[in-house]
């Protein structure tokens, strides 16, 4: 089992960055890769950004291309979540999340995932 920690978030204005941070520990041997989801309130739980732990390759969702970085720090044990350019539609709850799934087209569903950590807010203000 893997234990995930963010911390980050915050309120912030439209056109402001932030950093989210994702700090796991415990058995990380069997992660392939970790992402980023969100969820806003009364809406489905959403894909951001995934990073594969070995060789950072990174996938995006459109609605984040461009704005959003994802990275990851393995001596740390940490990924990161670079937000530019924030829009009030990014104001959600922020999840990271680890999958041994080695196949991108499933990063989409949060049904792959076997550890979440707690989530952290990020507001964003018009």
């Known amino acids: 089992q893997v234990q995930l920690v963010e911390s980050g978030g915050g309120l912030v204005q439209a056109g402001d960055s932030l950093t989210l941070s994702c700090a796991a520990s415990?058995?990380?041997?069997?992660?392939?890769?970790v992402a980023w989801f969100r969820q806003a309130p009364g809406k489905e739980r959403e894909f951001v950004t995934a990073i594969t732990w070995s060789a950072g390759a990174t996938y995006s969702a459109d609605s984040v291309k461009g704005r959003f970085t994802i990275s990851r720090d393995m001596t740390k044990n940490t990924v990161y979540l670079q937000m530019n350019s924030l829009k009030p539609e990014d104001t959600a709850v922020y999840y990271c999340?680890?999958?041994?799934?080695?196949?991108?087209?499933?990063?989409?569903?949060?049904?792959?995932?076997?550890?979440w950590g707690q989530g952290t807010q990020v507001t964003v203000s018009s």
């Open positions: 415990g058995r990380t041997d069997s992660t392939y890769a």
């Open positions: 999340a680890t999958t041994g799934s080695r196949w991108p087209s499933f990063w989409f569903n949060p049904n792959k995932y076997d550890s």
